[in-house]
């Protein structure tokens, strides 16, 4: 049962499953950091309050997030293929995941930046900081635990919805599951993909939080 | 030119609808090298006064001028730069809590564009005026609040500041700490010759550091002048009641509340003679000390005592009169004793 060349397509599983998370993951964060930042800083308490600039990233990052991400997925098949070229595969996934991400990412970024003392951010103002001084040299770092964090679990539901990809040929370990477990039943190869999926979820969660221990120094 | 003028400052902030009134009209002038209190009950408007001293706060009304300049002519960036002459700590320091000692002083020379080099030879010696040299690769996490309260200090002077505003700096800090760190303002007053704006609510912090003060009420100017002044005579319901009132937790028999109290404060001369033994035997009546205490003001020792006189009108003029004489401060006091 488990020749070759049924190892040999898990083995591939895996790496397109790692190449859909973290590459979604990844240029996630090129949109969703930026635009969580001018969440932050057009918020009616940020740097510079735009209830203009707010109300539209606000209404975007909900609007997005109310579409269940199946659904996305089939909604962006134009969209993709205008992207990749086509609308199957583990690089085509990554159009998807990476725009249900985005404002999920942009949102947890918002948030580890609220958490910032207000009393350090006014310290800097009285130092003389700019506003871009502020956001790169106050914000992110003192954020930098809280940011990491909120990556990992970026980073796990990603992995999650990289394998729900796989019902509609995005590739990886899902599609196998669905592939062999769903249509051909055969269950044992389904659970090993299950298999494999927690222990990665297991590898990046701990190896995240391992991570945003490291590099704290609030509580020694 | 005074270094720092407050002009006619009014503040109203608009929250949710309503209007409230910060400051109302409040007009200062503090000179250069000062030690200059700000003192008030919490909510006066004293933090929000500090804070238009560096246009944190934009006034709603009113000037403020820092070597004859007046901030609201500045822009954006010029204000920036202008800021970096003017240091501040505040009462919860608000370090950057994800860099070491060192780092945390280097970052307003980060900030202004210094050269990594130059910054750390500031900072050493910067430990070194804070007491602080064994600390350079701390975390705050791993320091006390007097220590961090010093690193936000040594912070503060790293821009080589004018003036040095201080928000309630010591409120969070127990007795001890307290006295260390106001020693350290008075020693850098002293040697770097920086103007330092004191915000406080503890009149032990004027009386101790202090050279002026201003007493703010409800958003206005109660009362300013010398700490050694205000401290004998205080005019202003304010005064009085940051001055004594509020630090008495002894109520005397009713049968000694008498209808004329006066409190007496002893100037230096006078606090090393037997004043009130010299006058029991002049006027052969008794009075009874109803609160008796002595205080550092400015590092003199003051003596202060609260007196019920006798009934007799005219033998409580003629005490009055023979402390007076003595060179002692009296005015008649109204509170609970």
Known sequence: MFDSKVIGMIIEGIRDTLYMTLGSTLVGYLLGLPLGILLYVTNSKGLKPNKIIYGIGDFICNIIRSIPFLILLILLIPFTRLIVGKSYGSTATIVPLVICAAPYIARVVESSLNEVDAGVIEAAKAMGASNLQIIFKVLLVEAKTSLFTGATITTGLLLGYSAMSGTVGGGGLGDIAVRYGYYRWQTDIMIVTVILLIVIFQIIQNLGTFMAKKIDHRKK | MSEIEIKNLTKIFEIKGHTVTALSDVSLSIEKGDIFGIIGMSGAGKSTLVRTVNYLEKPTQGSILIDGINLSTLSEKELRIKRREIGMIFQNFN???????????????????????????????????????????????????????????????????????????????????????????????????????????????????????????????????????????PSSDAAKELITGSEINYTPLKSLDTKRKIRIVFKENSAYEPVISNMILKFKTPVNILKADTRNVGGKARGEMILALPEDEAVSEEIILYLKENGLAVADYEGEA
């Open chain 2, 95 to 233: 370090l950057l809590e994800q860099k070491n000692v060192i780092d945390n002083i280097c970052f307003p020379l980060e900030i202004a564009g210094t050269k990594r080099k130059e910054a750390r030879i500031r900072a050493k010696e910067l430990l070194k005026t804070v007491n602080l040299e064994d600390k350079e690769k701390a975390f705050p996490s791993q320091l006390s609040g007097g220590q961090k309260q010093r690193v936000a200090i040594a912070r503060a002077l790293a821009t080589n500041p004018s003036i040095l505003l201080c928000d309630e700096a010591t409120s969070a800090l127990d007795p001890q700490t307290t006295d260390s760190i106001l020693k350290l303002l008075k020693e850098i007053n002293e040697t770097l010759g920086i103007t330092i704006v004191i915000i406080t609510h503890q009149m032990s912090v004027v009386t101790e550091v202090c050279k002026h003060v201003a007493i703010i009420d409800n958003g206005k100017l109660a009362e300013e002048g010398e700490v050694d002044k205000i401290f004998e005579s």
